[in-house]
């Protein structure tokens, strides 16, 4: 997506297009740091810092709220706990909830919220 040059808003990585009645989404893309994966393998921490990093950067420098993740893990293998924690999401205490949350994974799309 294009920045916003004027009001200097942050943007999505891309917007989901739907059929139907569904509004499109706008979707914030995450890929885990190669160097921040132990030994490889991504696990919930890492996860949920990139979240709630972005959406704790937007509120704070734009008064905004990303709130539409994709995490891209098609490189990495994921701790074994990694899609049930993801799952519960919403549910830890945490002050930066989100509305949708889905991997890439094995090629296919998991919606996890």
């Known amino acids: ?8 808003k942050p943007t999505y990585d891309f917007i989901w297009l739907n059929n139907g009645n569904i509004p499109n ?3 914030e893309l995450k890929m885990p740091y190669e160097e921040n994966a132990k030994a490889g393998i991504v696990t919930y921490p890492q996860v949920r810092n990139m979240i709630g990093n972005a959406v704790k950067s937007a509120l ?14 098609t490189d990495f293998d994921t701790a074994d706990n ?7 999401y919403n549910d830890t205490p945490t002050p ?13 799309i998991h919606k996890l919220t």
């Open 1 to 8: 997506m294009k920045r916003d040059e004027e009001e200097h």
């Open 25 to 27: 989404i706008p979707i």
């Open 60 to 73: 704070n420098n734009h008064n905004f709220k990303k709130e539409n993740f994709m995490i891209d893990l």
């Open 82 to 88: 990694l899609m049930y924690r993801l799952e519960r």
């Open 96 to 108: 930066y909830k989100i509305k949708k949350l889905l991997t890439l994974k094995d090629g296919k």
